[in-house]
């Protein structure tokens, strides 16, 4: 369970972030009233194929490949990150990795310096998938998309990598909106007649619970929506055409499990990260409380104080806080598969 958090220091602005990312920089012009997204996704598929270029290739120590997954009669996607020594066969864990981007944008290649880093740290298989994005596949494709690769892992890890295996460990998790859907899977999968033995969930700034549908009982721990209205990271136009386009219910659990009717009995040992400048924070802290207090889950929290939504992906140049929160989800991978070996073997 995680100690107080004082959210009033959480949203004081980080001093290097002010100084190179507020003060150095021009404000953006406001985006257009009716946002394309095919226009959008192009254009940041494009930035992101420049900003791979300039990483460059795996490091010694990895090697990184494309896999098709079947699911429904057709494929998609996915790339796959492991560690290049020998291993065994069976002996590597696996780390199913869901990107963010607003169910609308982003592909299997986001977060690829993080993603690199705990495959070869954590050595561990890690599998990005390139689910199915909106509006032409709104909600909930993409969770029946994760759900359905989540399967076939747990049945094919030999196909994913020759030294898989789901007894070594199986995570999963993503960032952003990528998070809100591997939690709508964990619950999901919790509820089939023959679920996936997941051992942990990885939540990195997760969207989980929209003011709307808070329950009373915490509603007053829900302040950072109004805490960090001035924070428009990302702007508040750009939301609201990722969820026109991606057209959620929040009165489901595909979307808010949070208030799933069978409640959060059976959900794995979970590791949350929250930024203090972000509107979603105390989603994530509430959950957190909820599993920890309320439910006797393990879970570990990391806070980035004075930090906006994703700061990784729009601000590479706070290096000193990318290399924290990089390490922090090398050990937190770590920490999910011990805690989740003990968790299994009770």
Known sequence: MAPHVDKTH????????VKVEIENKPRPPPLPANIEISALRQHTNNEKLKARKALGAAGPGLIEQDIKIPVEGRELDAYVYAPSRESPAGSLPIYLFLHGGGFCIGNRFDDMESNRRIALEANIVVVSLEYSLAPEHPFPQAVYDALETLQWIAKNPAAVHPS???SRGLILGGTSAGANIANAVVYLNRDQDDPVQITGQFLSVPPLLPFPVVPDKYKEDYVSFQQNLSVTIPPPELVQAFMKAYKPDINSPLFVPFNHPRGHA?????YIQV???DSLRDEGLIYERVLAEENGVPTRLDIYPGLPHHFWEFFPTLDQHIEKRTNDSVK???WLLEIGHKAAAR
């Open 10 to 17: 959480c949203s004081e602005p980080d001093a290097a972030f």
């Open 164 to 166: 898989a295996s789901v």
């Open 266 to 270: 059976g959900v794995p040992p979970t």
């Open 275 to 277: 930024c203090g400048m």
């Open 332 to 334: 937190a991978i770590l």
